[in-house]
């Protein structure tokens, strides 16, 4: 009795699933994750609240302040206070994107569509970061514009030519968007949401509270490279003595969501979903 083999044309062969859905795929399925959730827009909406509305809030304060403002009253700063809280909302936004489907499971149905991993999480991050850029550009500008019209009265606002306004301004989403990639970067390491929220909130405040608690020389060479202290004077106008230049703190804070974000890319291969 003989057995006959057939051979197949590996040519011929059906391709992988990895192979036939393509990068741009995944990235448009992982946008259609993100605005098919309610949370999203709740989280936009929260977003612009903190922003507009307490640059609203800040405009009206100081346009009635009695007496003359401080010659070094920094109105772009003023103008861009929501974005302390805004920060918050962003990195849990860029936490759960990633440490809720782990929670739900929903992340084994998704590798197992999807089988190269790092390409997923490379879509998620894009998607997360495109999100957050373009929300907290109109945000930034929005609290700008309407905080600077109220200040008007008071003759202390400024305007996008003044030196160092624009440059703010555009920080400000530029900031909030490195802060969403810190997030979805401790999110997609830790991967359990209430682990990865500690996370990103203990790195984002807590650094500067412990370094507070240091020998004065050495709080004050530290506490400018703390997180949210470097990151922030993106926002200022006003130089602080001995703070760190605008560009070159966001990019202190920068490597830290990169090295966040390289920790979550080089362990989703060695461990299981």
């Given amino acids: 009795m003989t057995t006959t083999t057939i051979a197949t044309d590996p040519a011929r062969e059906e391709p992988r699933a990895a192979d036939t859905i393509g990068f741009g795929n995944v990235l448009r399925s992982e946008w259609t994750k993100l605005r098919s959730l309610?949370?999203?827009y709740l989280s936009t909406g929260f977003v612009m609240l903190a922003t507009v509305g307490l640059g609203i809030l800040m405009g009206v304060r100081w346009a009635h302040q009695k007496g003359a403002l401080d010659p070094a009253f920094d109105a772009t700063n003023v103008s861009l206070s929501g974005f302390y809280i805004a920060q918050v909302i962003v990195g849990a936004v860029g936490v759960l994107t990633i440490s809720s489907e782990y929670t739900t499971g929903m992340i084994r149905a998704t590798f197992s569509a999807v089988p190269q991993r790092r390409a997923v999480l490379a879509a998620k991050a894009l998607v997360?970061?495109?999100?957050?850029?373009?929300?907290?550009?109109?945000?930034?500008?929005?609290?700008?514009?309407v905080c600077q019209a109220?200040?008007?009265?008071k003759h202390a606002g400024v305007s996008l030519g003044d030196?160092?306004?624009?440059?703010?301004?555009?920080?400000?989403?530029?900031?909030?968007?490195?802060v969403s990639l810190l997030g979805f970067g401790l999110g997609a390491t830790i991967r359990h949401t209430a682990g990865a929220l500690s996370g990103?909130?203990?790195?984002?405040?807590?650094?500067?509270?412990?370094?507070d608690l240091l020998p004065t020389s050495w709080r004050n060479n530290l506490i400018d490279y703390m997180p949210a202290n470097a990151g922030s004077q993106i926002l200022?106008?006003?130089k602080v003595k001995g703070a760190l230049p605008p560009w070159g703190g966001l990019g202190v804070f920068c490597l830290y969501a990169a090295a966040a974000l390289l920790a979550g890319f080089a362990l989703v291969r060695v461990r299981d979903a």
Avoid: K, Q
């Fill in 150 to 153: 109220l200040l008007v009265s």
């Fill in 38 to 40: 309610r949370s999203a």
């Fill in 200 to 211: 990103f909130f203990g790195i984002l405040f807590a650094p500067t509270l412990i370094v």
């Fill in 236 to 238: 200022t106008i006003v």
């Fill in 128 to 145: 997360v970061a495109g999100a957050t850029f373009v929300i907290g550009e109109i945000a930034s500008f929005a609290s700008f514009g």
């Fill in 163 to 178: 030196p160092g306004a624009l440059r703010a301004v555009f920080g400000a989403g530029l900031y909030l968007t490195a």
